[in-house]
């Protein structure tokens, strides 16, 4: 009778699961009436990979969304997102683009800017494409930014992702492109700041030398190669401005100002973030230091 009950109770729970994401991308039709683009982005199949990862998103990293003012990005105009990185495999790109379809008004499909190899990865990149992922050119950048829609960008790349756990939560060099595409195509930057994500994997070394010489992104080097629960916090800033007689041609000097500011922005939500963390993997805070996490 009990098992009865509970079998009830879960399928009461996927139905509601599966009605809540059926009507965001109803919402989401309005701007892709045909349901594709020539990106490869295809919310048929993107609403079916949402509804089989969704139980990572709520249950497995437990992720929480928390936005400075709400408001500030209802109008639903055009935004270049941007984000620290971390995870070692870019979870939290997908977590954040999950955020913005779920816990933000109205829906978005974020418009991932990916690495040249990640395209050249089988069955991912296809994946990822189907999603809304493309490949991080300014001209396919400033073509969806004229098109009404939200990028994202990851300043740090794969540095970001690629960090030993030492230099966890240490923001790495950001590039310059996103200030760029902002100004070219006159839209506000909107920081978000990850906090959890770089526990995923607890325990790496980067062996820097090592990838160098054969040729790859990065070599992780871990006793444990499969991502660990860690809960995941997602600050959502407020849009941010540049100023209108600022040229996307500047010098790098008046565009690193900007650069700057933003990182620094990044930053406070991160630390923000880490004082507010919640336990991982259950551990007290006590062990949780004892273990580097």
């Known amino acids: 009778m009990l098992d009865k009950l509970f079998q009830l109770k879960d399928d009461l729970y996927d139905q509601k699961i599966d009605q809540r994401i059926d009507r965001v991308f109803e919402e989401l039709k309005n701007q892709y009436p045909t349901g594709e683009d020539a990106w490869g982005l295809n919310l048929k199949k993107a609403k079916t990979i949402l509804k089989k990862s969704y139980p990572l998103y709520t249950k497995y990293f437990d992720v929480r969304v928390f936005h400075r003012e709400p408001s500030a990005i209802s109008d639903g105009r055009p935004l270049v997102i941007v984000s620290n990185h971390s995870g070692q495999i870019a979870i939290d790109a997908m977590l954040v683009s999950m955020a913005f379809v779920l816990d933000v008004h109205p829906p978005r499909i974020l418009r991932q800017m990916v690495e040249r190899f990640f395209t050249k990865i089988p069955f991912v990149n296809i994946w990822a494409s189907e999603g809304g992922a493309v490949l991080g050119d300014r001209k396919n950048c400033q073509k969806l930014l004229e098109r009404g829609e939200s990028v994202m960008a990851f300043p740090e790349g794969v540095p970001g992702v ?6 966890y939560y240490q923001l790495q060099y950001f590039t310059q492109g996103f200030i760029r595409m902002a100004l070219k195509s006159k839209v506000d930057i909107l920081p978000v700041a990850v906090v959890g994500a770089e526990q995923i ?29 860690s809960p995941v916090d997602i600050y959502i800033g407020n849009p941010i ?10 010098g790098d000097d008046e565009i690193d100002e900007h650069v700057v500011m933003i990182k620094n922005i990044i930053k406070e939500m991160i630390d923000e973030g880490l004082e507010q963390r919640r336990k991982v993997f259950g551990l007290s805070e006590d062990l949780a230091k004892k273990f580097g996490l």
């Open 162 to 167: 690629a960090k030993s756990t030492k230099d």
């Open 201 to 229: 994997f607890p325990w790496v070394y980067q062996a820097k030398d090592i990838a160098k010489f054969f040729g790859i992104p990065a070599l992780p080097l871990s006793p444990l190669y499969f991502p660990l629960p």
């Open 241 to 250: 401005t540049l100023p209108s007689d600022l040229s996307s041609d500047a």
